[in-house]
Protein backbone atom coordinates (compact mmCIF):
# COMPACT_ATOMS: atom_id res chain seq x y z
CA UNK A 1 0.00 0.00 0.00
CA UNK A 2 1.77 3.22 -0.76
CA UNK A 3 1.50 5.41 1.96
CA UNK A 4 0.92 9.65 1.56
CA UNK A 5 1.53 12.23 3.88
CA UNK A 6 3.46 13.13 6.66
CA UNK A 7 3.95 12.18 10.38
CA UNK A 8 2.03 14.45 12.51
CA UNK A 9 1.32 14.26 16.19
CA UNK A 10 -1.21 12.03 17.19
CA UNK A 11 -4.16 12.85 19.93
CA UNK A 12 -6.81 11.92 22.12
CA UNK A 13 -9.14 11.26 19.21
CA UNK A 14 -6.40 8.62 17.77
CA UNK A 15 -6.05 6.88 21.14
CA UNK A 16 -8.08 3.91 19.76
CA UNK A 17 -5.76 3.71 16.54
CA UNK A 18 -2.60 3.69 18.83
CA UNK A 19 -4.11 1.27 21.28
CA UNK A 20 -4.87 -1.32 18.51
CA UNK A 21 -1.57 -1.09 17.19
CA UNK A 22 0.21 -1.97 20.69
CA UNK A 23 -2.07 -5.07 21.11
CA UNK A 24 -1.10 -6.01 18.14
CA UNK A 25 2.24 -7.31 19.37
CA UNK A 26 2.30 -6.94 22.98
CA UNK A 27 5.39 -8.65 23.56
CA UNK A 28 7.50 -6.16 21.42
CA UNK A 29 5.45 -3.31 22.00
CA UNK A 30 5.54 -3.69 25.50
CA UNK A 31 7.99 -0.90 26.99
CA UNK A 32 5.27 1.72 25.17
CA UNK A 33 2.75 0.00 26.10
CA UNK A 34 3.20 -0.03 30.09
CA UNK A 35 3.49 3.89 29.25
CA UNK A 36 0.31 4.25 27.22
CA UNK A 37 -1.61 2.32 29.65
CA UNK A 38 -0.88 4.44 32.80
CA UNK A 39 -1.04 8.08 30.69
CA UNK A 40 -3.03 7.48 27.50
CA UNK A 41 -2.04 10.28 24.73
CA UNK A 42 -1.30 13.00 27.55
CA UNK A 43 2.07 13.59 26.49
CA UNK A 44 3.69 15.32 29.85
CA UNK A 45 2.30 12.25 31.50
CA UNK A 46 3.53 10.09 28.62
CA UNK A 47 6.97 11.61 28.78
CA UNK A 48 6.83 12.38 25.18
CA UNK A 49 4.32 11.79 22.06
CA UNK A 50 2.84 9.41 19.64
CA UNK A 51 3.28 10.26 15.79
CA UNK A 52 1.16 8.78 13.45
CA UNK A 53 0.89 8.55 9.35
CA UNK A 54 -3.04 8.53 8.39
CA UNK A 55 -3.91 9.13 11.43
CA UNK A 56 -1.79 5.89 12.78
CA UNK A 57 -3.67 3.46 10.61
CA UNK A 58 -0.54 3.53 7.72
CA UNK A 59 2.43 3.91 11.00
CA UNK A 60 2.65 5.06 14.58
CA UNK A 61 6.21 5.76 16.02
CA UNK A 62 6.59 6.76 19.99
CA UNK A 63 8.69 9.90 20.44
CA UNK A 64 9.92 9.85 24.02
CA UNK A 65 13.11 9.21 25.60
CA UNK A 66 13.63 6.34 23.40
CA UNK A 67 12.31 6.81 19.56
CA UNK A 68 10.12 3.31 18.92
CA UNK A 69 8.74 2.84 15.55
CA UNK A 70 5.47 0.68 16.03
CA UNK A 71 4.26 0.05 12.84
CA UNK A 72 4.40 1.37 9.19
CA UNK A 73 5.88 0.94 5.46
CA UNK A 74 8.63 2.39 4.31
CA UNK A 75 6.93 5.78 3.85
CA UNK A 76 6.00 5.86 6.47
CA UNK A 77 9.21 5.24 7.84
CA UNK A 78 10.58 8.08 5.90
CA UNK A 79 7.94 10.61 7.12
CA UNK A 80 9.09 9.77 11.13
CA UNK A 81 12.51 10.13 9.63
CA UNK A 82 11.72 13.54 8.68
CA UNK A 83 9.53 14.43 11.54
CA UNK A 84 12.49 13.10 13.57
CA UNK A 85 15.47 15.48 12.08
CA UNK A 86 12.97 18.51 11.92
CA UNK A 87 14.03 19.13 15.61
CA UNK A 88 17.34 17.38 15.89
CA UNK A 89 18.00 14.21 18.34
CA UNK A 90 16.33 14.29 21.61
CA UNK A 91 16.35 10.76 22.15
CA UNK A 92 18.74 8.35 23.67
CA UNK A 93 18.44 5.70 21.55
CA UNK A 94 15.82 3.98 18.88
CA UNK A 95 14.98 0.96 19.85
CA UNK A 96 12.07 -1.56 18.44
CA UNK A 97 11.81 -4.53 15.86
CA UNK A 98 14.37 -3.92 13.61
CA UNK A 99 12.89 -4.44 10.62
CA UNK A 100 11.65 -1.10 11.52
CA UNK A 101 14.41 0.61 13.60
CA UNK A 102 17.40 0.14 10.81
CA UNK A 103 15.58 1.00 7.77
CA UNK A 104 14.56 4.47 9.91
CA UNK A 105 18.23 4.30 10.98
CA UNK A 106 19.41 4.60 7.45
CA UNK A 107 17.39 7.62 6.64
CA UNK A 108 18.27 9.45 9.85
CA UNK A 109 22.02 8.51 9.54
CA UNK A 110 23.23 11.48 7.37
CA UNK A 111 21.01 13.99 9.07
CA UNK A 112 22.11 13.02 12.71
CA UNK A 113 25.37 12.24 12.38
CA UNK A 114 26.85 8.68 13.29
CA UNK A 115 25.45 6.64 16.28
CA UNK A 116 27.93 5.40 19.01
CA UNK A 117 26.90 2.09 18.84
CA UNK A 118 24.46 -0.30 16.49
CA UNK A 119 22.71 -3.43 17.61
CA UNK A 120 21.51 -4.96 14.51
CA UNK A 121 20.23 -7.84 15.94
CA UNK A 122 19.07 -8.51 19.25
CA UNK A 123 17.07 -11.63 19.78
CA UNK A 124 13.31 -10.72 21.76
CA UNK A 125 12.87 -13.39 23.72
CA UNK A 126 9.22 -14.73 25.58
CA UNK A 127 9.00 -17.31 28.05
CA UNK A 128 5.06 -18.83 27.13
CA UNK A 129 5.42 -21.75 29.03
CA UNK A 130 5.99 -22.85 32.57
CA UNK A 131 9.42 -21.86 33.83
CA UNK A 132 11.47 -25.31 32.44
CA UNK A 133 14.84 -24.41 34.94
CA UNK A 134 15.31 -24.27 39.04
CA UNK A 135 14.63 -20.82 40.63
CA UNK A 136 16.91 -19.06 42.97
CA UNK A 137 15.17 -18.57 46.80
CA UNK A 138 17.54 -16.19 47.48
CA UNK A 139 16.73 -14.27 44.36
CA UNK A 140 14.04 -11.69 46.01
CA UNK A 141 12.76 -7.84 45.69
CA UNK A 142 15.14 -5.33 47.00
CA UNK A 143 13.72 -3.00 50.16
CA UNK A 144 14.16 0.29 49.66
CA UNK A 145 15.97 0.68 52.62
CA UNK A 146 18.53 -1.49 50.55
CA UNK A 147 19.13 1.67 47.72
CA UNK A 148 22.57 1.73 49.00
CA UNK A 149 23.63 -1.38 48.94
CA UNK A 150 21.51 -2.01 45.07
CA UNK A 151 22.63 0.90 43.41
CA UNK A 152 26.33 0.83 42.66
CA UNK A 153 25.56 -2.98 41.05
CA UNK A 154 22.78 -0.95 38.55
CA UNK A 155 25.52 1.47 38.23
CA UNK A 156 28.00 -1.22 37.13
CA UNK A 157 25.23 -3.14 35.26
CA UNK A 158 24.15 -0.18 33.10
CA UNK A 159 27.86 1.15 32.14
CA UNK A 160 29.23 -2.53 31.19
CA UNK A 161 26.23 -3.38 29.25
CA UNK A 162 25.16 0.35 27.64
CA UNK A 163 28.82 1.51 27.38
CA UNK A 164 28.34 4.93 29.43
CA UNK A 165 28.30 5.66 32.85
CA UNK A 166 24.22 6.60 33.94
CA UNK A 167 25.66 9.29 36.40
CA UNK A 168 26.71 11.39 33.89
CA UNK A 169 25.60 14.11 33.17
CA UNK A 170 23.88 15.03 36.44
CA UNK A 171 25.46 13.35 38.81
CA UNK A 172 22.97 10.41 38.83
CA UNK A 173 20.49 12.13 39.94
CA UNK A 174 18.27 11.18 37.32
CA UNK A 175 19.59 7.48 37.36
CA UNK A 176 19.64 7.43 41.17
CA UNK A 177 15.49 8.55 40.82
CA UNK A 178 14.72 5.49 38.51
CA UNK A 179 16.92 3.14 40.46
CA UNK A 180 14.17 3.39 43.27
CA UNK A 181 11.40 4.11 41.37
CA UNK A 182 12.00 0.12 40.51
CA UNK A 183 12.59 -0.76 43.77
CA UNK A 184 9.66 1.34 45.17
CA UNK A 185 7.30 -0.65 42.22
CA UNK A 186 8.62 -4.14 43.43
CA UNK A 187 10.18 -4.29 39.88
CA UNK A 188 14.37 -4.56 41.33
CA UNK A 189 15.67 -7.91 42.21
CA UNK A 190 18.43 -9.28 43.87
CA UNK A 191 20.52 -12.04 45.28
CA UNK A 192 22.36 -10.83 48.25
CA UNK A 193 25.12 -12.25 49.78
CA UNK A 194 27.06 -10.65 53.33
CA UNK A 195 25.07 -7.40 52.34
CA UNK A 196 26.65 -7.23 48.32
CA UNK A 197 23.93 -7.85 45.55
CA UNK A 198 26.12 -10.79 43.57
CA UNK A 199 23.09 -10.72 40.86
CA UNK A 200 20.26 -8.46 40.14
CA UNK A 201 17.37 -8.14 37.55
CA UNK A 202 14.64 -5.76 36.99
CA UNK A 203 11.40 -5.12 35.54
CA UNK A 204 11.80 -2.47 33.37
CA UNK A 205 8.27 -2.04 31.81
CA UNK A 206 4.94 -3.70 33.16
CA UNK A 207 2.05 -3.67 30.48
CA UNK A 208 -1.43 -5.29 31.13
CA UNK A 209 -0.22 -8.35 28.76
CA UNK A 210 3.80 -8.50 29.09
CA UNK A 211 6.82 -7.64 31.53
CA UNK A 212 10.20 -6.84 29.73
CA UNK A 213 13.30 -7.94 32.02
CA UNK A 214 16.28 -5.45 31.58
CA UNK A 215 19.59 -5.44 33.76
CA UNK A 216 20.65 -8.47 34.08
CA UNK A 217 23.83 -8.71 36.17
CA UNK A 218 25.96 -11.06 37.86
CA UNK A 219 28.98 -9.40 39.95
CA UNK A 220 32.62 -10.39 37.89
CA UNK A 221 33.54 -12.99 40.77
CA UNK A 222 30.24 -14.69 40.70
CA UNK A 223 30.23 -15.28 37.00
CA UNK A 224 30.40 -18.73 35.67
CA UNK A 225 28.62 -20.23 38.62
CA UNK A 226 25.49 -20.73 36.55
CA UNK A 227 23.55 -18.11 38.72
CA UNK A 228 21.86 -15.99 35.89
CA UNK A 229 19.57 -18.64 35.22
CA UNK A 230 17.83 -19.34 38.22
CA UNK A 231 18.18 -15.39 38.57
CA UNK A 232 16.21 -14.36 35.83
CA UNK A 233 13.60 -17.61 35.86
CA UNK A 234 12.77 -16.22 39.40
CA UNK A 235 11.50 -12.95 38.43
CA UNK A 236 9.96 -15.10 35.01
CA UNK A 237 7.85 -16.74 37.07
CA UNK A 238 6.68 -13.55 39.38
CA UNK A 239 5.65 -12.23 35.98
CA UNK A 240 3.59 -15.21 35.57
CA UNK A 241 1.94 -14.97 38.74
CA UNK A 242 1.00 -11.61 37.41
CA UNK A 243 -0.60 -13.46 34.29
CA UNK A 244 1.98 -11.30 32.22
CA UNK A 245 4.25 -13.04 29.73
CA UNK A 246 8.00 -12.56 30.43
CA UNK A 247 10.03 -11.02 27.84
CA UNK A 248 13.35 -9.89 27.35
CA UNK A 249 16.41 -9.39 24.48
CA UNK A 250 19.35 -10.08 23.94
CA UNK A 251 22.52 -9.24 22.06
CA UNK A 252 23.00 -12.21 19.22
CA UNK A 253 26.52 -12.39 20.35
CA UNK A 254 25.94 -13.13 24.15
CA UNK A 255 25.34 -17.04 23.43
CA UNK A 256 26.03 -17.76 27.20
CA UNK A 257 22.85 -14.88 27.96
CA UNK A 258 21.17 -16.61 25.20
CA UNK A 259 21.42 -20.17 26.45
CA UNK A 260 20.95 -19.54 29.98
CA UNK A 261 17.55 -18.41 28.47
CA UNK A 262 16.47 -21.15 26.68
CA UNK A 263 17.16 -23.39 30.02
CA UNK A 264 14.43 -21.15 31.54
CA UNK A 265 11.81 -21.63 28.74
CA UNK A 266 12.15 -18.33 26.66
CA UNK A 267 12.51 -18.58 23.23
CA UNK A 268 12.77 -16.43 20.19
CA UNK A 269 9.87 -14.82 19.34
CA UNK A 270 11.05 -11.68 16.91
CA UNK A 271 14.11 -9.34 16.32
CA UNK A 272 14.96 -6.32 17.69
CA UNK A 273 17.63 -3.55 17.16
CA UNK A 274 19.00 -0.64 19.27
CA UNK A 275 20.71 2.33 18.04
CA UNK A 276 22.86 4.35 20.77
CA UNK A 277 23.51 7.29 21.05
Known sequence: MLTAGFARVLGPAQGAEVARVLASDPIAACLVAARFEQAGMD????????????????????????????????????AFAQAASRGGRRCASILGPAELVLPLWDRLSGRWGPAREVRADQPLMACTERVQCEIDPMMRPVQISEIDAYYPAAVAMFTEEVGVDPRWPDGGVGYHARVEELIRAGRSFARFEDGRVVVKAEIGALSSRAGLIQGVWVAPDHRGRGLAAPAVATVAQYLQTLRRIPSLYVNHHNLAARAAYRRIGFRQVGTFASVLF
Open 43 to 78: SRALGGQFWGVGGGRDGVCFDGPNLVPLSGDKHSLK
